[in-house]
């Protein structure tokens, strides 16, 4: 990395919901940025953890067995092999880490599976 990221200068260039864009690498993991809103789909991610980072607006990280409410400043591991869907009753912008190569939809697939794309 030659400069410094700007998160909010980067969110401004995402256009697509649930379309993920790589601002930064670390070692192999892609750090990302993402606009959410409504309900993604269910999905595992069977070798990585999840790393959820809200950075603005609120979070809901649905699990088989319990909702867990993420508000600006909060951060969510999901397990490596936990079913979880995000969901956002208004946008909110999130950071993601995990490992290069990660497909956004996990298990699952379909056309929410974005490409990955650095900004």
Known sequence: MDDKVNLAEKL????ERYSPKI????NDYKIAVV??????VWHA???????????KGRL??????????LNEGDLYVVPRGVRHCPMADE?????????????????AGGRLTAVEERI
């Open 23 to 26: 601002v930064a690498t670390l």
């Open 45 to 55: 991610h069977d070798d990585t953890d999840d790393f959820f980072l809200v950075l």
């Open 60 to 69: 809901q990280m649905q699990l088989p067995d319990r909702v867990i409410e």
């Open 91 to 107: 946008e909110a912008h999130v950071l993601l880490i995990e490992p290069l190569g990660t497909p956004n939809t996990g298990d």
């Open 35 to 40: 606009k959410v809103q409504g309900e993604f």
């Open 12 to 15: 401004s260039l995402v256009t």
